[in-house]
């Protein structure tokens, strides 16, 4: 007999703890396995799974959430849902009840409660069970993906408006596309301002709304056709924009980001999420995707106390910290505050502190990342230092031995022998 499985879906811990500790108690003692990063859900479904029973805990009580639950339910109609949550769902009684949930325990809960209510959805999901297909006698063969498994997703995110998040996200892309081997885009989460598109001068067809707009739900269908919707830039980076319209920005939720982030690794081997200056359940559905978080901010007092505070926010969400990378823009001295005094703010360290620079407004009047129009100008040879070790070895080196060639020498830099004035002696 099949030991029975129990996901538990929340943000915080008391659920899974308790269910946890419960579970010792039920018969047979079923496997219980936690999933805190909400937009993963679909890939420990697919991972970990099958799972018999499924409690969603107080995180999912929002409108986006029961949406969430209730795509859950049409996908996997045999699993069954339990709803542990603390106070009523903000959703109306329809979409509570396309969630398909089975029972409802009302936090905090009592363990006897807890256990009875676990056991009977354990028993209902052996009666629900499908018998297992038999194989096929001979499966046909798949065609080969343009690159083996899902891309990996790096969000930028700040606390406050103004740091630069879309500057790095586009040179990010372009270093990504340029010396990692492999095909990147960018998807401006930054639903009602996106700037990606006139950051790069790019005018794009359709945006990350209209590509929602499908009339198939079938996510395969998305996948294999998610880059009808995006616009490429001349450095090969392909960009999905953010809606032309802010109005169309409160009709995009946290699942709908979830499929579309899914569908652009799908097709890229790198993906670039640019989020506003904010952490609503949208963005928050980026980050629970995201191989590597960046945190920006700019040396001035509001910019770093914010990223404090959104770094102890981001703790409490349980986002992992080794998965956080901070990054320091426009610093400049003479501005009241010492670089090395917000440095020791911060023990995780910084992964670059990079400088104002005259460079980067040129370069997006250009339409280009001030990698490429710039590259020998110390902010880009800032950014190349902290992107270098997202390559792997031989392209590390290659680029090292790159960027020697083109530095110029000692002398050279001394007696002033280069048109490039970025490199010039400070």
């Known amino acids: 007999m099949r030991t029975p499985k129990i996901l538990v879906l929340d943000r915080a811990e008391g659920v899974a703890e308790q269910v946890q500790d419960v579970a ?11 999933c805190s990063r909400i937009g993963t859900v679909g890939d420990v479904l697919t991972d970990a799974g099958p799972f018999d029973v499924l409690v969603a805990g107080p995180s999912m009580g929002t409108r986006s959430g029961m949406a ?22 903000d959703a ?92 990147a885009a960018i998807v401006d989460l930054d639903l009602q301002f996106g700037e990606v598109v006139t950051a790069m001068r790019l005018r794009p067809r359709y945006t990350i709304f209209d590509a929602l707009q499908r009339d198939d739900t079938d996510e395969a269908d ?19 924009a953010a809606p032309r319209e802010p109005s169309e920005a409160d009709r995009i939720n946290p699942p709908d980001v979830t499929r579309i982030i899914d569908a652009v690794r799908s097709r890229f081997d790198y993906v670039i999420v640019d989020t506003p200056p904010a952490l609503t359940e949208v963005v928050l559905a980026a980050f629970d995707l995201s191989d590597q ?14 990223m404090s505070v959104f770094l102890q926010t981001l703790e409490r969400l349980r986002i992992p910290a080794d998965n956080v990378r901070l990054i320091l823009n426009k610093a400049e001295s ?68 790159e960027a020697d060639a083109k530095t110029p020498g000692f002398f050279a830099r001394l007696l002033g022998r280069t048109n490039d004035p970025s490199t010039s002696p400070s």
Do not use: W
């Open 24 to 34: 010792e108690e039920l018969v047979p003692r079923p496997e219980v396995v936690i």
């Open 68 to 89: 969430r639950l209730q795509i859950i339910h049409d996908e996997l109609p045999e699993l069954v849902m339990v709803l542990a949550l603390s106070r009523r769902p």
């Open 92 to 183: 109306g009684l329809r979409d509570i009840v396309r969630t398909g949930a089975s029972d409802l325990v009302q936090l905090p809960a009592e363990d006897k409660e807890m256990i009875d209510t676990l056991q009977r959805a354990v028993e209902l999901a052996g009666k629900l069970a499908k018998p297992a297909a038999p194989a096929p006698v001979a499966a046909p063969v798949p065609a080969a993906p343009h690159h083996a498994g899902p891309g990996r997703v790096f969000t930028i995110s700040s606390a406050t408006g103004g740091c630069g998040k879309t500057f790095y996200a586009t040179n990010l892309a372009y270093f990504l596309a340029r010396h990692a081997e492999g095909r």
């Open 222 to 240: 998305l996948h294999a056709h998610i880059e009808e919707y995006m616009v490429e830039h001349e450095t090969g980076v392909h960009v999905l």
């Open 293 to 306: 978080l960046y945190v920006m901010a700019t040396l001035d007092l509001p910019s770093v106390r914010n």
């Open 334 to 401: 003479d501005v009241g505050i010492d670089i090395d005094q917000v440095t020791k703010l911060f023990p995780q360290g910084f992964e670059a502190v990079l400088p104002y620079a005259k460079e980067v407004s040129r370069s997006i009047n250009l339409g280009m990342p001030v990698m490429a129009a710039s590259p020998q100008a110390p902010v880009s040879r800032g950014l190349f230092k902290a992107m270098g070790p997202l390559l792997p070895e031989p392209a590390r080196a290659l680029l090292d031995a």
